[in-house]
């Protein structure tokens, strides 16, 4: 099992541009989650799935878009970019009420 | 509201000490877990522990235990015998049991810092 991935590891963007996290569980969990962790924070959550087709706001929503296609893979978009969405990103998928995490992805706006 | 703080920022010691990080949090419902997580200088997180809040039991995993008080709302962990290894951000977390699993409250991380 991979467990949680993520897809690109690191992106640079240049503020305005668009862009889309791909994250992918192989572990048949039914709930996914988007963080962000900025330096000196602990993880904020952006939005969650509690299944296939379904979505939710967490505590840091704006900005970001995501979708729940397919039970294995939800994507977090990014419509136009800004130097302050500059963060590692984090996606997580839990059976029960413990979460694993992907490896992250190291995304820079300019 | 819930809340989670990790009051010591950064900890510096030397290989074989024992050492402590402290979790604090708060929280209005009676029904709730607690987890530990430990983020590598390499940036993964890796879920260490999760304690629901009926089970005050403490526990021991190896070098590794946790101090599980509801009187006091902590929820400590300690180190026996550090290592370099052990050199990392370790991250408290509650959540509220059943309801919205998105609900995971983070503190902001101790670093710790493990010299030989």
């Known amino acids: 099992n991979a467990g949680v991935t993520q897809t690109p590891k690191f992106r640079v963007l240049k503020t305005g541009q668009s862009m889309t996290l791909l994250c992918a569980q192989d572990?048949?969990?039914?709930?996914m989650y988007w963080y962000r962790q900025d330096p000196g924070m602990g993880l904020r959550l952006i939005h969650y799935?509690?299944?296939?087709?379904?979505?939710a706001k967490g505590e840091v929503p704006d900005g970001y878009n995501v979708s729940r296609l397919k039970k294995q893979n939800f994507l977090l978009g990014l419509e136009s970019a800004a130097p302050s969405q500059t963060s590692v990103y984090f996606c997580?998928?839990?059976?029960?009420?413990?979460?694993?995490f992907g490896p992250g992805t190291r995304l820079l706006v300019l | 509201a819930q809340k989670v703080t990790q009051a010591q920022t950064e900890i510096s010691v030397v290989e074989k000490e024992d050492v402590t990080l402290d979790c604090v949090y708060e929280?209005?419902?009676?029904?709730?877990?607690l987890f530990w997580y430990k983020q590598p200088p390499s940036g993964e997180l890796v879920f260490l522990i999760r304690?629901?809040?009926?089970?005050?039991q403490n526990e021991i995993s190896g070098r590794y235990s946790w101090n599980f008080q509801k009187s006091t709302s902590s929820f400590n962990f300690t180190i026996t015998a550090s290592q370099v290894v052990d050199s990392a951000v370790y991250f408290c977390?509650?959540?509220?049991?059943?309801?919205?699993?998105?609900?995971?409250?983070f503190g902001k991380g101790t670093k710790l810092s493990v010299k030989p």
């Open positions: 997580a998928s839990s059976h029960g009420q413990t979460q694993y």
């Open positions: 572990m048949n969990h039914e709930y």
């Open positions: 799935s509690v299944g296939e087709g379904t979505t």
């Open positions: 929280t209005r419902d009676t029904t709730y877990y």
């Open positions: 304690r629901n809040s009926f089970d005050e």
């Open positions: 977390a509650l959540t509220q049991a059943g309801g919205s699993q998105g609900n995971l409250i």
